[in-house]
């Protein structure tokens, strides 16, 4: 049998409150107890100093006879005496132990042991049912002639205590029942909560996303609440992100698998054409080239998102290494006519050097392979308040206004025909986006116009930031 939340908050709440109700009970009653047994003892204490008072004072008005035969003498009128003045009843005892005057209760009694211990000279109780008989020794100048004993019943003590237990007994009935239903009204509201959390989980497991927040209270249930929207939101975003993925990836697929299998069948037609046969090649390895690098694109795009950069991270020379892959892009940029102009400041990042190069060597190519014949390229490191700009600047087509916004996404291109002659294939800028961000930074494009195009790669300076991180943890 599956027990919901609420009833088992509300079971626990009970029982927690049913033992704090045990153990108050048990502390408060044990308490009256030991007060009740302090009173007693007090009570016959001093009701035993005002009998030996009282045989003392007694004995004094008859000098002639000894303590032994006045206590023997007198024993039955003393305990008749004491009975009201103590306001209970009183036995007396010789040193022998025999009684020699008493006004207790009748029935038996056997005193004997307790006797034998009080002739030593300490007080003693015994209990029998609901009465205690209190003893203690009998002094006159200082010698012990006797015991005494006194009696104190437990009737009006014994019930207070059982009138205390029951009205514990009633509040604690009282008050695990209300906690019970106070705690299953109180939990249902979480319960229903959860429930309405559930569902909203089941929703998006099914693929119908969330319009509003499931739960909204001020607690923790509302940021649940919050985050299950908000994850809601990321799912569908990403899936569609997805699907447009897919979708791109096949159709950019499909248009040079379309001109190899073309090909292919003109060479299975007119297989004995030289032309042709040349011409097929050329084409054949030249889409298969474009088809190898959009799958590569694709599978590092993949790996990125398992990518652990701490792990491949270190002090990078930025001037150094923008210095070095300028010179090589020289010869590409050569063959074209352009020019690569460098300004550079020292600067240093924490960054994968690997992911670095590949984010700086795809704004060379672009610059380089969109640039007009005879054009320029202009590549610049600043650092300033903690970041390193990084700007590469071109002199060649420019990009339109209405392609800014989709510039980074994948296999977008500004011009399809342009992209098929250069060879692209639109996953450049979108993996470049990824790994920089991946990295805590970020590429945009900064202007762009008929003079050209510019992108600024933007890093967090080791130097502000990294490495007094890594200060403060040391000293730590």
Not at 262 to 283: F, H, K, Q, V
Not at 349 to 378: C, P, Q
Not at 386 to 402: A, C, F, H, L
């Amino acid at each position: 049998m599956r027990l919901g939340i609420r009833w088992k908050f509300s079971t626990f709440m009970a029982g927690l409150l049913a033992a704090t109700v045990v153990l108050l009970s048990w502390l408060v009653l044990n308490g009256i107890e030991r007060n009740q047994r302090a009173r007693m003892e007090a009570s016959l204490g001093q009701k035993s100093e005002i009998a030996n008072l009282y045989i003392r004072q007694s004995y004094l008005s008859e000098p002639l006879a000894s303590p032994d035969s006045f206590l023997k003498g007198r024993g039955p009128s003393l305990a008749a005496e004491l009975t009201p003045l103590v306001a209970t009843g009183v036995a007396l005892y010789d040193m022998g132990g025999n009684e020699i005057g008493s006004t207790l209760a009748s029935g038996s009694r056997d005193v004997r042991d307790t006797l034998d211990y009080v002739r030593q000279g300490y007080d003693a109780y015994q209990t029998t049912g609901n009465l205690v008989l209190y003893f203690a020794p009998l002094r006159i100048s200082g010698k012990q002639i006797g015991m005494i004993g006194l009696s104190y019943s437990l009737d009006k003590d014994r019930e207070f205590l059982a009138s205390m237990q029951s009205l514990f007994l009633r509040i604690g009935v009282v008050v695990v029942a209300a906690s019970a239903l106070i705690g299953f009204l109180y939990f249902s509201r979480f319960a229903a909560a959860l429930h309405r959390l559930r569902k909203a989980a089941d929703r998006i497991r099914v693929g119908q996303y969330l319009d509003e927040q499931p739960v909204k209270s001020r607690d923790e249930l509302g940021d649940l609440g919050e985050s299950v929207l908000y994850m809601s939101r990321e799912i569908e975003r990403n899936f569609g992100r997805q699907k447009r993925f897919i979708g791109s990836v096949s159709h950019e697929f499909k248009t040079p698998l379309t001109s190899i299998r073309a090909y292919a069948d003109l060479l299975e037609m007119y297989g004995d054409d030289p032309a042709l046969l040349r011409e097929a090649a050329g084409n054949i390895a030249k889409e298969t080239d474009r088809l190898h690098d959009m799958v590569e694109k694709v599978l590092r795009m993949s790996a990125l998102e398992h990518y652990e950069f701490d792990s491949n991270a270190k002090p990078l020379e930025v001037k150094e290494a923008l210095a070095d892959m300028c010179a090589r892009m020289q010869g590409l940029a050569a063959r074209s006519g352009i020019a690569i102009h460098t300004d550079l400041e020292p600067a240093v990042i924490w960054a994968d050097s690997e992911l670095f190069e590949h984010i700086v060597m795809n704004l060379l190519n672009n610059a380089v392979k969109y640039n007009t014949e005879g054009g320029h390229v202009y590549v610049r490191c600043r650092e300033k308040d903690g970041q390193v700009n990084i700007s590469v600047r071109d002199t060649g087509i420019g990009i339109p206004e209405e392609a800014k916004d989709r510039l980074f996404e994948p296999f977008y291109t500004v011009s399809k025909s342009r992209s098929r002659l250069s060879g692209g294939t639109g996953l450049g800028l979108s993996v470049a986006k990824q790994m920089a961000e991946i990295q805590g930074g970020s590429v945009k494009l900064a202007a762009t116009g008929p003079e050209g195009s510019e992108f600024v790669l933007t890093f967090p300076s080791y130097r502000g930031g990294r490495q007094e991180a890594d200060r403060k943890g040391t000293s730590t």
